[in-house]
């Protein structure tokens, strides 16, 4: 268990909705990343955010969106939902650069 | 820009065979760290190891063996008398700074390895 929590573990949406993940950092970490990982583009980084503020972004879609709150904990929004957004939807975080703890992800299912 | 390549896409063995997982990255920083994760079927990544790039110090770890070669760019992977247990997608990571205070993994495809029993 490497203490990030991710939530829910599976979401079965239909075109064109909008969905928002969940992640929880580990305890003291400030650092929390996103991560898709799909047939066709492998895992790919998403967006980082330190402390509240966007750190760095990846290949993340317009129609994506996230943010973190006082608390740590950050929400992945994905909006207007196509079927190539099915994807396993993972969360990370770290204290150090250089050490990242992973969640169990989120399976993404777009119908 | 960092890059990592896996160039076996799939690998079957017979249980009790050793298997080479070959990793090869590109990066322009002398400062860096390459990991290898191993995602089992169930989908979640488990972290195996971490280098960095001022250890060249090959390391093993019970029937897991790596390889990190700074003159080929290479950090491979070998499992020595593979079990049945160890079928799973295996990824080779890179982490270099990426501008502006932020770190992260640059994955290679993956490696399907199958431990036919």
């Known amino acids: 268990d490497s203490g990030v929590t991710q939530t829910p573990k599976h979401l079965i949406t239909a075109t064109g909705q909008r969905v928002t993940l969940r992640c929880s950092p580990r305890?003291?970490?400030?650092?929390v990343y996103w991560y898709q990982q799909s047939l066709d583009q492998g895992l790919q980084f998403l967006i980082q955010y330190y402390n509240g503020e966007e750190r760095a972004k990846g290949n993340i879609l317009e129609r994506f969106s996230a943010q973190q709150f006082p608390d740590l904990h950050s929400e992945l929004n994905l909006s207007s939902l196509e079927l190539g957004d099915s994807a396993l939807y993972f969360c990370a975080s770290s204290v150090a650069e250089y050490e990242q703890f992973f969640g169990p992800g989120t399976r993404l299912t777009v119908l | 820009a960092q890059k990592v390549t896996q160039a076996q896409t799939e690998i079957s063995v017979v249980e009790k065979e050793d298997v080479t997982l070959d990793c090869v990255y590109e990066t322009r920083d002398t400062t860096y760290y390459l990991f290898w994760y191993k995602q089992p079927p169930s989908g979640e990544l488990v972290f195996l190891i971490r280098r960095n790039s001022f250890d060249e110090q090959n390391e093993i770890s019970g029937r897991y063996s790596w390889n990190f070669q700074k003159s080929t760019s290479s950090f491979n992977f070998t499992i020595t008398a593979s079990q049945v247990v160890d079928s799973a997608v295996y990824f080779c990571a890179l982490i270099a700074y990426s501008g502006a205070g932020s770190y992260q993994l640059t994955f290679g495809k993956g490696t399907k390895l199958s431990v036919i029993p």
């Open positions: 305890s003291g970490d400030l650092s």
